[in-house]
T-cell receptor, first 116, second 114 residues
Framework: AQSVTQPDIHITVSEGASLELRCNYS??????LFWYVQSPGQGLQLLLK??????LVQGIKGFEAEFKRSQSSFNLRKPSVHWSDAAEYFC??????????????FGKGTHLIIQP | DAMVIQNPRYQVTQFGKPVTLSCSQT?????MYWYQQKSSQAPKLLFH???????NEADTPDNFQSRRPNTSFCFLDIRSPGLGDAAMYLC?????????????FGAGSRLTVL
């Protein structure tokens, strides 16, 4: 089964600084990969996804992620963070049954703190 | 805008008193999911419906049940809530693909058990 690991539980970044959140996946073939963001008390919003093709994926809110097969990684980046980026970030992979894809399995999340 | 709506956003119940959470969608997606998210944890899939086919995760307690009367609505019933069931409950929808499904989430229903 596919799985993802987010090594960093908390990340603190100064406003205006660059950001990189790490995600490592475990899967033999080319995986499908997602990043979701969750603001406090809210549901999850899709930032971006990788299915195939260009390994650098652009998302919403100025985020991008790069798929690196050699490192089994799909790290999320943003060149300059804003205070509104403070949230929980989840990396995810599909869950499969015999009939096809059935939902997503999430990593444990990375809590992003923005300091002034 | 097409969306996923969850009601209520906040639910307080007493230990053992049944509670029902609802989810509606205007996306016309054929798959609907219920996730449980405890504080500072990742969402955990409880079950999902593919059209009317119900799929229960192996470790979902019997205390949790679900109904999907039509394409647009899905309900989560917790028959006898315990203190450990306090959590955010997230509804999500998707179409079903062989490769991967893109899930659209509602804002969640936060359950408090007294």
């Amino acid at each position: 089964a596919q799985s993802v690991t987010q090594p960093d539980i908390h990340i603190t970044v100064s406003e205006g600084a660059s950001l990189e959140l790490r995600c490592n996946y475990s899967y033999g073939a080319t995986p499908y990969l997602f990043w979701y963001v969750q603001s406090p008390g809210q549901g999850l919003q899709l930032l971006l996804k990788y299915f195939s093709g260009d390994t650098l994926v652009q998302g919403i809110k100025g985020f991008e992620a790069e798929f690196k097969r050699s490192q089994s990684s799909f790290n999320l980046r943003k060149p300059s963070v804003h205070w509104s980026d403070a949230a929980e970030y989840f990396c995810a992979v599909p869950t499969y049954s015999g009939g096809g894809a059935d939902g997503l399995t999430f990593g444990k999340g990375t809590h992003l703190i923005i300091q002034p | 805008d097409a969306m996923v709506i969850q009601n209520p956003r906040y639910q307080v119940t007493q230990f053992g008193k049944p509670v029902t959470l609802s989810c509606s969608q205007t996306l016309n997606h054929n798959v609907m999911y219920w996730y449980q998210q405890k504080s500072s944890q990742a969402p955990k899939l409880l079950f999902h419906y593919y059209d009317k086919d119900f799929n229960n995760e192996a470790d979902t307690p019997d205390n949790f049940q679900s109904r999907r009367p039509n394409t647009s609505f899905c309900f989560l019933d917790i028959r006898s809530p315990g203190l450990g069931d306090a959590a955010m409950y997230l509804c999500a929808t998707s179409t079903r693909n062989s490769g991967a499904n893109v899930l659209t989430f509602g804002a969640g229903s936060r359950l408090t058990v007294l």
